[in-house]
């Protein structure tokens, strides 16, 4: 019979957790505590072509874990592109390219595990376990399924509702510390954190609390032509998109023609969102400051200003788009690579099931298998 989850356990078990040899780091402008060997984990969708606000907010985070991570764990997740209408026929193309977009931008095999979440049988059933301590009323209250679900009423999918227990076990399949994401993936780190407590608290000692790692620039890139929209594959327009592999003369028109606002003052506003988007952009290009950027361009007027972002991005992007033009037509390395890093990922994460499973009551006693 399971216990019913205390809150005193949870707050007792979480300050114990905090307390194993953590040292406080700073990362996205949020006081954090991490382990001096740090286990990353995240996950991209393969759903189309990825853009600029995947590039700076999650991409180059991944590439930079490479240096960090014991291991690095990176998933292209294809099991959650089922959560909404598809392409069954597209999909495996979407895998190849998001994988060559990857590997474009500087992830190496040998420095990281990137591999397809199908392959992985572990998550699954992780999932329908760690269902049992997740609660119902979180999961209505997650964002991403009201918003998906309201633009898709004919068929509101179980697997969307459920799409956020099977992130949880994407991370919590490798005891990860850091997730690497954007601003808005903050609530279901959230939801990660509390399930794993509970399942602690239910259980006992098994699973690791992560911590987010949201990037002090460029988390949340928002839409050329829409700037109170966050850049989106899906729901942006194409001229509202920057692509990794757009051509050089592409990005130049796309911010040229991006939505500024009235006036022509180079600064950040609530009342000029279009501008406040580009500065962040060419910041977060930078690795600047917003406001060395405002002080760069005061006085200048928009057009020299976008002008200007055109030109960065596009060579921030130029040896990625070459690169990706390199690796994209050989299907059989990128699943070579794929399969190779599935074996090292289900290394990790069938002790953390097995362990699991134990914990839970579920399959035969360990002693009765001698």
Not at 234 to 254: C, F, M, N, W
């Amino acid at each position: 019979m399971l216990h019913q989850y205390d809150r005193r356990a949870r707050s007792q078990r979480a300050r114990r957790y905090a307390r194993r040899s953590y040292a406080p780091a700073h990362a996205g402008g949020l006081l954090r505590t991490i382990p001096a060997r740090v286990r990353i984990f995240s996950g991209i969708q393969p759903t189309g072509r990825k853009h600029l606000g995947n590039y700076l907010g999650a991409i180059r985070q991944y590439v930079e874990g490479q240096d960090r991570g014991d291991p690095a764990i990176y998933c292209i997740v294809d099991l959650h592109a089922t959560s909404v209408a598809y392409d069954p026929r597209a999909l495996p193309d979407y895998v190849y390219d998001t994988t060559a977009m990857l590997l474009a931008a500087g992830l190496e095999p040998e420095r990281c595990v990137l591999f397809r979440q199908s392959d992985v049988r572990e998550h699954t059933e992780l999932c329908w376990l760690l269902s049992a301590v997740a609660a119902y009323g979180d999961l209505t209250r997650m964002h991403q399924f009201k918003d998906k679900s309201e633009r898709d009423r004919e068929l509101v999918r179980t697997s969307l509702f459920l799409y956020p227990v099977l992130m949880v076990a994407d991370v919590l399949a490798y005891r990860a510390h850091e997730v690497p994401v954007g601003e808005d993936q903050r609530q279901h780190v959230e939801l990660m954190r509390d399930i794993a407590l509970r399942f602690n608290a239910t259980f006992g000692e098994t699973l690791v609390v992560p911590e987010h790692r949201i990037p002090a620039l460029g988390a949340r890139i928002m839409d050329l032509q829409q700037p109170d929209r966050k850049m989106s594959t899906t729901a942006s327009e194409q001229r509202g998109l920057v692509y990794i592999d757009d051509e050089q003369r592409a990005i130049h028109k796309k911010l040229k023609s991006a939505v500024t606002d009235s006036g022509s003052e180079v600064r950040r506003a609530p009342d000029k969102p279009g501008v406040s988007n580009l500065i962040d952009v060419l910041a977060a290009v930078r690795g600047a400051a917003p406001e060395t950027i405002e002080e760069e361009f005061a006085g200048g007027g928009y057009g020299a200003f976008k002008t200007a972002v055109g030109e960065e991005v596009a060579e921030l992007l130029r040896p990625v788009r070459e690169r990706y033009a390199e690796l994209r037509p050989d299907e059989a390395a990128l699943e070579q690579a794929l399969a190779a890093g599935a074996q090292r990922a289900r290394a990790i994460a069938s002790h953390t099931l097995a362990d699991v499973r134990t914990a839970m009551g579920i399959g035969p006693r360990a002693s009765s298998l001698h």
